[in-house]
């Protein structure tokens, strides 16, 4: 995280600079869980009616303390668990074709079919309020339900059988959503149209070339993620010759793809894409003149499989010129991740962190946190 911030000097634009550094300043302080930021911005109350005037609506921490912390929260913890009852010997289908293939779809989980448990259009509709608001998508990870999709996501990953609530999800949550906007528009929430991969191979395989992190990506909109709306590209493993050779400079760059090479993961809502980190994708535009459905909105995370923590390229490893090994991590700060069954824990105080994590890894790539106006205000800038 502090690495990229440093970054942000060379990327902002001349124009606002000082109060795009305050802005990063500010979020900072949530990132790091200021008591006093987060008893300004953590009002549960303030979310719950911004959200009740989008109408369907989502509530913010009804069911947790403001100052819970989550309960066995240290996913390296050693557990007396048997060995054939990990996610790892229960998702051999699922990772059977994502050995193969590198992605898998799944459809919706039973309770979330149908209009059941949620309505579709709830989140739709908060995130409409939100970006009245002048508050990015980012911040449905302040409403319960985006926990409660998440859980029901990973046992859905995982099967009934598993302890699917064991499993770690990292704190890279995120949201996006696209609007109906030109071609070349930058904006807070939207997608990345250069293909990359989240973590070298060997940052997320072990060494019987087995994953150890799995990307999820959930459609929030009613229409889900349609070819035209903004569906996920993702390379299949057979047309990426250079899958398996993390130190191959090839493995880093990948812009010669195009939407001709890849598998366009169509996905309903509330169903899961799932692939493997280490896989070229990208996100689709939203594409007005051929969709009649609305822009794509999205839940994103990563689910570890056992104990190796994910690496998105913070250790010295994955700089030029460092020296330490793959597996040397950069110091965490901000939020750590967690058990699946603790991520709606910790209160308003470790949601804003999340909310902040993601606004900061990718405010590179909005400089000047393009398309919300009303967030500098929002933020007492």
Not at 74 to 86: L, S
Not at 124 to 149: I, K, V
Request: proline share 7%.
């Amino acid at each position: 995280m502090l690495e990229n911030l440093k970054r942000q000097e060379a990327v902002l634009p001349t124009i606002d600079r000082a109060k795009t550094l305050e802005m990063l300043f500010q979020l900072q302080t949530l990132y790091f869980g200021d008591d006093e930021a987060v008893a300004k911005y953590g009002k549960s109350a303030y979310w719950d009616d911004l959200a009740a005037g989008g109408g369907e609506r989502l509530m913010c921490c009804r069911t947790v303390d403001a100052d819970a912390v989550p309960a066995d929260n240290n996913p390296n913890q050693q557990r007396d668990v048997d060995t054939q009852n990990t996610p790892m010997a229960l998702l051999s289908n699922l990772l059977e074709n994502i050995a193969s293939k590198g992605y898998h779809v799944l459809p919706p989980p039973p309770n979330r079919r149908e209009g059941r448990n949620q309505s579709s259009t709830a989140f739709s509709s908060t995130l409409e309020a939100l970006a009245n608001a002048g508050w990015p998508p980012q911040f449905l990870l302040m409403y319960d339900e985006t926990w409660e999709l998440l859980k029901d996501a990973v046992r859905g990953i995982v099967g009934d059988e598993c302890d699917w609530d064991n499993v770690t999800i990292e704190s890279d949550v995120n949201i996006w959503s696209l609007r109906d906007c030109p071609p070349g528009t930058y904006y807070i929430g939207g997608n990345f149209i250069n293909p990359h991969r989240d973590m070298v191979y060997d940052a997320c395989h072990d060494e019987d070339e087995r994953p150890t992190s799995l990307s999820v990506w959930i459609p929030l909109n009613p229409s889900g993620a349609t070819e035209s709306n903004g569906c996920m590209r993702v390379l299949p493993i057979e047309s990426d010759d250079f899958f398996y050779c993390p130190q191959h400079p090839r493995h880093s760059m990948n812009s010669e793809y195009t939407d001709e090479d890849a598998e366009k993961l169509t996905v309903a809502q509330f169903g899961c894409g799932v692939w493997d980190p280490s896989c070229v994708h990208w996100g689709g535009s939203y594409e007005a003149d051929q969709s009649d459905q609305e822009p794509r909105s999205s839940l994103a995370f990563t689910i570890r499989l056992g104990g190796k923590a994910a690496d998105f390229g913070t250790s010295a490893s994955r700089i030029p010129g460092g020296t330490s090994s793959p597996s040397d991590q950069a110091e965490e700060t901000g939020p750590k991740a967690c058990l699946v069954k603790n991520c709606d824990k910790g209160g308003p105080k470790r949601r804003l962190q999340v909310v902040a994590k993601s606004l900061l890894s990718y405010s590179h790539h909005w400089p000047g946190f393009p398309g919300f106006e009303g967030l500098r205000e929002n933020l007492g800038i």
